[in-house]
């Protein structure tokens, strides 16, 4: 299978070499050129897999250059070895509220408690195999911007992995102080992290710049690297997020909710598109899905633009409880668009070109039809966040994070406007409670939650854990009384500066 560029169709690689590289030269992502059809007959077998084997069933389709013992190979060392907590990387949940019955699918079993996890585990071993396949003496350098998440759980898949080197840019006041905790005491040899002034978008911007600049690219030449990326521009980054989309439709089988060709909605708390996209190549793929809710924060720049047509970065940004969602440059949109166009590269390098010169764009009648068919979006702000993750843990025992909050509440919202009580929804969620705690306690009307820094984050767990009666993973509770290792702060404009420094070029 070949994989094209949304802003040059004539440019072609293979599965390899596109996530090797990370991003086109011109600036544009890959994906494939066509998209392998599950059959029904298929479908049903999934429910008898487990999860390593229902993901090297979904990703053999699209990496045809990788052998089916390399294939196997990655997933096993991904998804094994008691990584994931509870016996399945990505258990479906069910919740009843009254006589209506959702699913919260959970992704935060694994190392770092959040949902990048399901990817960050498994691109390591598919960009080292690229490698060998592509560039065989060159040290990936995998450059990361992350409003979160995505830099821990990049920090943790990449630690120690022969052939590459990981630097992770975070804003520096745009992280909670567990995702802030997580990064600065990352353990490995190959790692290093340095917090900017600014936000999210103003990383993600730069990091883009340092890929397509000639004169960055020729330096790490000299001394034999590339950059690649684990964001989720990367296709090897938001490959492996089909598979779990396919996962929740089996287990629903396997539970007997659903019938084989029966429709599911997901709702999908997202910033940066990519989770809420893959469900979509799901889609096109054969998964069979009636609705995907966009559910946003108050950076409500996709809900607005799933609403009208319109993208319009111009408004102010806000830093809400739930930080991995505040973004207002959604960079997998772009994806999106070269499918709804019928691959019109030409359209989709004009709206891109637009939104990098004046901050937005407007799409045709068409692609908005197309777009308002799949998709529903609608957003929350913190005192809603709040309201849900109360709701959730008064109601239905359920004890859930801001960003699944905000999932939870476009969810309420969408039943009453839409009037689709009965169609089975399954609700992404995408961390664990115990990230965000001091959020989680004030939403609770806890009184001892953090104020002025009276308490710190460990506090906070243990208090969570006390009034809910639930338990702190693993993974946050070893956090505690790790040493700070990285505690640089750079400008926006010194990012590339901070990338030779680090890299020691």
Not at 184 to 205: H, K, P, R, Y
């Amino acid at each position: 299978m070949k994989y094209t560029c949304t802003r040059n169709r004539l440019e072609s690689v293979d599965s390899a070499q596109a996530i090797a590289q990370g991003i086109s030269a011109s600036g544009g992502l890959f994906l494939p050129e066509e998209f392998p059809q599950i059959s029904g007959e298929e479908l049903s077998a999934m429910q008898h897999l487990s999860y390593t084997e229902l993901a090297a069933a979904i990703l053999k389709r699209f990496l045809t250059d990788f052998t089916p013992e390399e294939i196997r190979d990655c997933v096993e060392a991904a998804y094994g070895g008691g990584k994931f907590s509870g016996g399945h990387p990505a258990p479906l949940v069910t919740l009843q509220d009254g006589e209506t019955t959702q699913y919260a699918l959970e992704l935060w079993h694994g190392p770092t408690c959040a949902f990048k996890d399901m990817a960050l585990q498994l691109l390591p071993h598919l960009l080292v195999k690229s490698l060998q396949k592509t560039h065989p003496d060159t040290t990936a350098v995998i450059l990361v911007a992350t409003s979160g998440d995505t830099g821990k759980a990049a920090l943790e898949g990449f630690r120690d992995v022969a052939g590459t080197r990981v630097l992770v840019f975070y804003p520096e006041n745009g992280v909670s102080p567990m995702q802030k905790r997580q990064m600065v005491t990352q353990e490995g040899n190959n790692v290093a992290v340095c917090a900017i002034e600014g936000n999210f978008d103003d990383a993600q911007t730069a990091v883009k710049g340092l890929f397509t600049d000639d004169s960055m690219k020729q330096l790490l030449a000299q001394h034999g690297m590339m950059f690649s990326s684990a964001n989720s521009i990367n296709w090897g980054r938001l490959l492996p997020q089909i598979v779990y989309y396919f996962s929740a439709y089996a287990q629903l089988l396997k539970q007997g909710a659903v019938q084989v060709g029966e429709k599911v909605n997901f709702v999908v708390p997202t910033g940066n598109f990519g989770n809420i996209l893959a469900g979509y190549y799901a889609m096109k793929m054969g998964l069979p899905v009636n609705r995907l809710v966009c559910a946003s924060n108050e950076n409500n720049v996709l809900t607005d633009f799933i609403r009208t047509g319109t993208y319009d970065r111009n408004r102010p940004f806000h830093t809400t409880i739930s930080p991995s969602m505040d973004i207002l440059v959604s960079s997998n949109l772009e994806r999106l668009l070269y499918d709804l166009t019928g691959c019109n590269d030409a359209q989709v390098a004009g709206w891109m070109k637009q939104l990098s010169e004046t901050g937005r764009y407007t799409v045709d009648a068409a692609t908005l039809q197309k777009l308002q068919s799949v998709f529903w979006a609608d957003f929350c702000d913190d005192a809603d966040t709040r309201r849900a993750v109360r709701a959730m843990e008064e109601t239905e025992h359920y004890l859930c994070d801001p960003h699944s909050a905000v999932a939870f509440e476009v969810y309420r919202r969408y039943l009453r406007e839409t009037h689709d009580d009965g169609t089975p929804t399954v609700v992404v969620s995408t961390a664990s409670p115990y990230k965000f705690a001091a959020s989680v306690l004030e939403a609770l009307g806890s009184e001892l939650y953090a104020q002025d820094g009276v308490r710190d984050e460990f506090e906070q767990v243990q208090q969570l854990s006390a009034l809910t009666g639930t338990q702190a993973p693993d993974p946050i509770q070893a956090l505690e009384g790790k040493p700070v290792r990285f505690q640089e702060v750079s400008s926006v404009a010194d990012m590339g500066q901070a990338v030779r420094r680090l890299m020691g070029i």
